[in-house]
């Protein structure tokens, strides 16, 4: 128990639709970061947010985006969904001080399939 | 960027066996941690270690900072050990954000 919650946990959205994920961060924590996992695959870095704005993103197109609000919950949304967007998408809570992001502690994940 | 080399890929135990799994990186980290995925997707923490070693029951991590490895040992192996272990690393600060970077993961299967 992380005390990192997810929301939902599976869906299935057709090819061209949005989602939007949902995150609860562990209390005490003020960084949220979200990976994307394919299957097989270990998990990718999509982007942070620290203080309510975006500190950093990988390599994911602008479709993807987030929202960190002053309790520290946070939100995924992808828009103009694709196939390969189907995967395990993880959302990590942890507590930064300065230049450290700390220990990372994950949620469940939301499993998305794009059909 | 920060590469990271997990091995072996897959691993095959009998229940009760041993093994050591392994995590090399190719920069200096200012975070190491040692995961455990089980089968419904979850990333259970085991370890957050930078440097040193950590034991924790029949689990125990060594980070060799100095020579860019860390190793994962599983002493007793029992069925609920199954799955994919991962390593994963903070590059040191940039002057930008930090981000883990996963290895590929280690599959383990315990045989009764």
């Known amino acids: 128990e992380t005390g990192v919650t997810q929301s939902p946990t599976h869906l299935i959205k057709t090819r061209g639709q949005q989602v939007t994920l949902r995150c609860s961060s562990q209390s005490g924590h003020n960084t949220v970061s979200w990976y994307q996992q394919a299957l097989g695959q270990g998990p990718q870095f999509i982007f942070q947010y620290y203080r309510e704005e975006e500190n950093g993103r990988g390599n994911f197109p602008p479709r993807f985006s987030g929202l960190q609000f002053p309790n520290y919950s946070s939100e995924l949304n992808v828009n103009a969904l694709e196939l390969d967007d189907s995967a395990l998408y993880l959302c990590?809570?942890?507590?930064?001080?300065?230049?450290?992001?700390?220990?990372?502690?994950f949620g469940e994940g939301s499993r998305l399939t794009v059909l | 960027g920060i590469q990271v080399e997990q091995s072996p890929p897959d691993l095959i135990l009998q229940e009760g066996a041993n093994s050591t799994l392994r995590c090399n990186f190719s920069?200096?980290?200012?975070?190491l941690q040692w995961f455990h995925q089980n089968p419904w997707g979850q990333l259970i923490n085991l370890f957050y270690i930078p440097s040193g070693t950590k034991q924790n029951g029949r689990l125990s991590a060594t980070t060799v900072a100095t020579e860019r490895y860390s190793l994962l040992y599983i002493s007793s192996s029992q069925t609920t050990d199954s799955g994919v272990y991962f390593c994963?690393?903070?590059?040191?600060?940039?002057?930008?954000?930090?981000?883990?970077?996963f290895g590929a993961g280690t599959r383990l299967a315990v045989h009764p």
């Open positions: 920069d200096s980290v200012n975070n």
């Open positions: 994963a690393v903070e590059a040191r600060w940039d002057g930008g954000y930090n981000k883990l970077i």
């Open positions: 990590a809570s942890s507590f930064r001080s300065g230049s450290r992001t700390g220990e990372l502690f």
